[in-house]
């Protein structure tokens, strides 16, 4: 496996293990890459997973910090993939037609919720119109002094408010809970909590501002142009290269590891101090994901024709429906009528399947280590907001809770946040510091979602970890230029 020594090893190819690379290649140094799995990408690839002609998103399929996050914006990845925003970022159906439907404007979503169109508006509209300095302030560490104070004070007096029993004080009708409720389940954990809520504040603000994009192609078509730009700039990436221990990688002067706590502590083992890997252990994993996967032979029946249109659908009912379904996970059960995740990216990009099928990515929540195939759970729930799928259905595959961490091991028990997200581990991620990336072990540095600012294809825990390793390693301050033209 070793190579030519390196300035710099980089351990996995995820989005942020990527991200690590590029920066580091594009400041002059000599970079290789090891990754486990045969291809680039970690929570990012796409492959046939169903039927020949039909490509799906492994892992990640919506992308709203393609446009949003600060090193996706350096690195100019809207000049080098195909991102199409569709009109609808996300939909949210209700029993008997009715829907919520977020509209990338934000006016028109208002008017569409009736009643609750001012409640909308003025919780969602001021942190809409700042939409990049919510990204700002929530792509950056916690402990760090935001850069937009107002923005900020906004965002966590309205998280305080969605994120506590409270909650539904300011609406009237179901609709708009249930819409945010569906962007808060994102982080996988109990309801109302300030963190979910603030996933649903940055995830809603993004969804009026710039947009839930979807890569043409597939979300594999964004690791690719990392791996693109990092070879171009003199790295390389070994695949098939699983990293066991620090040994493997040195005498390299820099190592950033793409990698989970958990992991971290068995691939270096005693080099890191007792104190410290005692720390790594209190990290707490959450609750988990089971995926599955559809080939359909043509668009999902909604019963409300605006899902039709829409990239991502939060399905399962109301906002008390969903809160008890994640109340379930959270206590170890399978629920019953559980949250599902819905991404239809062949309406917008029709290189996914061939002659007018479509490709149908559905995620729900599970307890941990869960070894349950949820396909049946899906379909029914599907079944509900959209009488007919079933018959659409030419071939399906499923990842249960424990195939994901098979796939990807920083996915502990199904955890694809790699971490709980909740408040204190937003902060203190993976341990209590103000620069979270570095470890005791000189040289050696954690760049994955377990790290600021945790979870999501954005790169930037990578860019973060890089940029204290060019610094602390090879003593360069600035930060070198990504963009495509340079
Ligand atoms: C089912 C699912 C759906 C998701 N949906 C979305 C979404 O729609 N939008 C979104 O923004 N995010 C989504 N996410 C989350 C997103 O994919 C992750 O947050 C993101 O990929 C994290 O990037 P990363 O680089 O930190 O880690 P990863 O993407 O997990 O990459 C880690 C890489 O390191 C490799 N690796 C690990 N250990 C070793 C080792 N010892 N040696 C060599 N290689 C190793 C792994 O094989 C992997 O390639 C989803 C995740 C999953 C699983």
Known sequence: ?????????????????????????????????????????????????????????????????????????RFGLAERIELVVPEISYGHPLDGGRAGIAFRDLERTADHLGIDGGAWRSLMGPLARRADQVAQFAGSPLLRIPAHPVTTARFGLRSLEQGSPLWNLRFRDEV?????????????????????????????AYAHGRGWPVPIGGSQAIVDALAADLIAHGGEIETDAEITDLEQVRPARAVLLDVAPKNLVRIAGDRLPARYRAALERFRYGNAVAKVDFALSGPVPWQNELLRSAGTI???????????????????????????????????????????????????????????????????????????????????????AKDLENYDPNYIGGDIAAGAASLWQLAARPTLSLNPWATPAEGVYLCSSSTPPGPGVHGLAGWYAARRALKAVFGIDNPPDLSPRS
């Open 1 to 73: 496996m070793p190579g030519q020594a390196v300035d710099v090893a980089v351990v996995g190819a995820g989005p942020n293990g990527l991200a690590a690379a590029v920066t580091m290649a594009r400041a002059g140094l000599s970079v290789r890459v090891y990754e486990r799995n045969s291809t680039v990408g970690g929570g990012a690839r796409t492959a046939e997973l169903t039927l020949p002609g039909f490509h799906h998103d492994i892992c990640s399929a919506v992308h709203p910090m393609a446009l949003a996050s600060g090193f996706f914006r």
């Open 176 to 204: 708009a809970p249930a819409m945010l409720t569906g962007v808060a389940a994102h982080s996988i954990r109990t309801m109302p909590s300030p963190s979910t809520a603030g996933a649903a504040l940055s995830l809603g």
């Open 314 to 400: 939060h399905v399962g009912g109301t906002r008390a429906e969903i809160a008890a379904a994640e109340k379930a996970v959270a206590e170890g059960r399978h629920s019953d009528a559980p949250y599902v995740l819905v991404s239809q990216p062949s309406i917008v990009d029709g290189s996914r399947a061939p002659g007018g099928a479509q490709v149908l990515w559905a995620y729900t929540h599970v307890p941990r280590d869960s070894d349950l195939d949820q396909t049946e759970a899906i379909t029914r729930q599907l079944e509900r907001f959209a009488p007919g799928f079933r018959d659409l259905v030419l071939a399906s595959s499923s990842r249960t």
